[in-house]
């Protein structure tokens, strides 16, 4: 039995991962942190279960003391204030928008514990961050431009997956992100200058998330992309990463290990 911490239990992606943990034979919910409205409350309420005992606690120092994996869909100060307190617990988190400082954390916090961080736990986006990498080193004088659609109450743009995906084609081409990404344009930005990577954000509605990446050269133009239409998909691929995780030595991991796409 897998022991499972969720964190930001309240969020929409957390009460998903709640439901399917509470609902999983092999797993067992020993801790559910969030903030504001929900703490004191019975986490299998939230998602309409019959009460299993678990509150929902603030980040607190004795929160994750019996979790062998923590699964996180917060914010990065939550997921910031979690690495404080998260012992040798394996984390799972799929939190967005972390700067460069949260990056380091989670790095230095992965010789404590097992780590995976991924932007989008779907496997059509793993899947899809391959072929831009592959489609960016083959088409090197292409054009890459980078569409994302979210729901209008995400925080972060460009998405977490959209720099992934930016990461992908640049490292294909052996140059840095940060040094070719240009984010919405506007005014009199003159001619596209070669190698640049273009990152555009739509926000409206209800979108649970898409993705088109562009090559675009003289007279063809390939196109890739993808369609989150439930974030169940999400759910299931965070909680299959953390029954993968639970019991691993410290060390970073990637959703590649999981779905065993890692070369030798
Ligand atoms: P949400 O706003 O619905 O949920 C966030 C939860 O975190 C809320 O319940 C909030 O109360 C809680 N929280 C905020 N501050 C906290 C604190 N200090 N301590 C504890 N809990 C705190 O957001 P969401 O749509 O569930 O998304 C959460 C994160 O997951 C975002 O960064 C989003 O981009 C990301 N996300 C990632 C994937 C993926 O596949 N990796 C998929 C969907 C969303």
């Not at 961050?129 to 729901?151: C, K, Q, T, W, Y």
């Not at 995906?165 to 003159?190: F, I, M, N, W």
């Not at 995780?245 to 991991?253: H, N, T």
């Amino acid at each position: 039995m897998t022991r499972v911490a969720v964190i930001g239990a309240a969020g929409r992606m957390g009460r998903g991962v709640l439901r399917a943990v509470l609902e999983a034979p092999d797993l067992r919910l020993v801790a559910a942190v969030d903030a504001g409205d929900a703490v004191g409350s019975d986490a299998a309420g939230l998602v309409g279960l019959r009460p299993a005992g678990v509150l929902v606690t603030p980040v607190t120092v004795d929160a994750f003391g019996q979790a062998d994996v923590a699964i996180d869909f917060s914010t990065p100060r939550a997921l910031a204030d979690c690495l404080d307190v998260l012992g040798t617990t394996a984390l799972v988190t799929g939190t967005t928008g972390l700067d460069e400082d949260a990056e380091r954390q989670l790095e230095r916090r992965a010789a404590l514990g097992a780590v995976l961080a991924a932007a989008n736990f779907s496997t059509g986006v793993t899947l899809l961050l391959d072929l831009v990498g592959r489609a960016a080193a083959a088409l090197p004088d292409f054009d890459v431009e980078i569409v994302e659609a979210h729901h209008r109450r995400k925080v972060d743009a460009p998405s977490g997956t959209a720099l992934a995906l930016g990461r992908a084609a640049a490292a294909a081409r052996g140059v840095s992100l940060d040094a070719h990404a240009v984010h919405g344009r506007s005014g009199q930005p003159g001619p596209r200058p070669p190698g640049d990577i273009g990152f555009h954000a739509v926000r409206g509605g209800d979108v649970v998330g898409e993705h088109r990446v562009w090559l675009a050269g003289e007279g063809e133009r390939v196109e890739l992309g993808h369609v989150a239409s439930s974030r169940q998909t999400f759910v299931e691929g965070a909680v299959r990463a953390a029954r993968w995780l639970a019991g691993r030595p410290p060390g970073r991991y990637s959703l590649r290990d999981v779905l065993g796409l890692t070369q030798p």
